[in-house]
Structure formats: C-alpha cells, structure tokens
C-alpha cells in the first residue's frame, strides 16, 4: 500500500539559512499534519491543512510556514534557520471522512550548524 | 489546551512477559487515542486506537483500555518478543470528524519499552 513520502529526507543547512520540505500524502487522503520531534522527545504538532486550507495551528514559530497546494502535497518552508531547530521533520496524512487515522512518513532529519 | 502524562518511561520485561503502559489525559473533549511504536530514527507506526464509545479493543497480542470517567488509557502487551523493543507513545486528540480543525495529535512523553531474552 502507498504511503506517505517526505522529501528530502536528510538535510544539512546553516544558521540563518532557510529549508523546504516536502510532503505527499497518502493518496486520497485530504488532511497533512506536521510535526516536530527533537532528540529523546515526543512529536509536537505543528501545523495541519484540510482541503488546502490551514486547519489547525500549533507551536509553529512564525519563521516557519506551510501550504497545501492542489494535488494535496504540502510544503513547509523554514526560514532564518537556528540550531534548536534541528530536529526530525514528521508529515502525517488521514482521510477525513475515513477516520481518525494518521499515518506518518519517514520524516525528513534537518540538522542545523 | 490538551495534555497527556505517560508512565513509565523506561519498562523492561522479560521475554513472554506481558507489559503495561499507561496515559492520563485532562481534555474531557478528547475522543481518539492511538497508540504508536517507534523504532530509533524512524516513523511513528500506529498499531491500535480506541475511540470514546468502546472500553476495550484487542488485536491480536495487544490491547488498549480507556476508562473515560478517570481520564486514563492503558496499552496491553502480551507475550513480549524482542522486536517488541521500541519507544510506544499515546496520544490523545479531540477530532470528531470536523472538516474545520481537529484531530491533532498531542502526544505522551514516551516509554521506552525493552525486551530482554
């Protein structure tokens, strides 16, 4: 069965420097999520889109920012780049009307310097 | 906003043993809790949920409890094999099929979950 695909899925950047990562869901699924996880810890929710449109918000820094465009993939662009953001990446996709499932990618690791 | 506590956060068992873990939650409006195992540096792989209306479900060697009225929900391993060895988190989310929001996952800190032969 397909799953969800991140892309890339290691990154190096500098400081001050800005990312973009990518994310295609499940197909037919109509909601992303994405979270971040940072050494030893849990996934905290940053931001997710349901039909295109933002529909919930979390702790994302305002540096940070997302889209889903028309294909349903999503785009989270990461600017001015500090070390404690280095961490793992998640993107997470559910069909709405399917349930409350969330399936995770293989999550992009950005490492900051 | 939604908070869940997790324990223990290490658990080590022995082979065939059966291992416990347990979450608390403070959102009386959450509705779904999922379970998932993740292996170091990779995905978060869900492998049971329950949902507010059913106490109990079972699949397989693993089961999950959810007792609504104490705000707790506990995972059920039996028969523990080594590749059972991972950090499993719980999680908890509010979503009831809103096209407007929900369903965030807040998660639980981790137990970091060791089967030893």
């Known amino acids: 069965a397909a799953g969800v695909i991140q892309s890339p899925r290691h990154l190096i950047k500098e400081k001050r420097e800005t990312a973009t990562l990518k994310c295609y869901p499940i197909?037919?699924?109509?909601?992303v999520y994405w979270y971040q996880q940072g050494p030893g810890q849990d996934p905290q929710f940053l931001i997710s889109?349901?039909?295109?449109?933002?529909?919930d918000k979390g702790s994302i820094p305002d540096r940070f920012s997302a889209q889903q465009f028309s294909d349903y993939h999503s785009e989270l662009n990461m600017s001015s780049l500090e070390l404690g953001d280095s961490a793992l990446y998640f993107c997470?996709?559910?069909?709405?009307?399917?349930?409350?499932?969330?399936?995770f990618g293989p999550g992009t690791r950005l490492t900051v310097t | 906003g939604e908070n869940v506590e997790q324990h223990p956060s290490t658990l080590s068992v022995q082979e065939g043993d059966s291992a416990v873990i347990k979450c608390t939650y403070s959102d009386s409006a959450s509705n779904y809790f999922p379970w998932y195992k993740q292996e170091l540096g990779k995905r978060p792989q869900l492998i049971i949920d329950i949902r507010s209306n059913v106490g109990e479900k079972k699949d397989q060697r693993i089961a999950v409890t959810l007792n609504k009225t104490a705000k707790h929900f506990s995972l059920h391993i039996t028969e523990t094999q080594p590749e059972d060895s991972a950090v499993y988190f719980c999680?908890?989310?509010w979503g009831v099929g809103l096209t407007g929001g929900g369903n965030k996952l807040t998660f639980g800190t981790g137990t970091q979950l060791k089967v030893e032969l």
């Open positions: 997470a996709s559910s069909r709405l009307a399917g349930g409350y499932e969330q399936y």
């Open positions: 999680a908890a989310s």
């Open positions: 889109f349901y039909e295109k449109m933002q529909s």
């Open positions: 197909p037919r699924h109509d909601t």
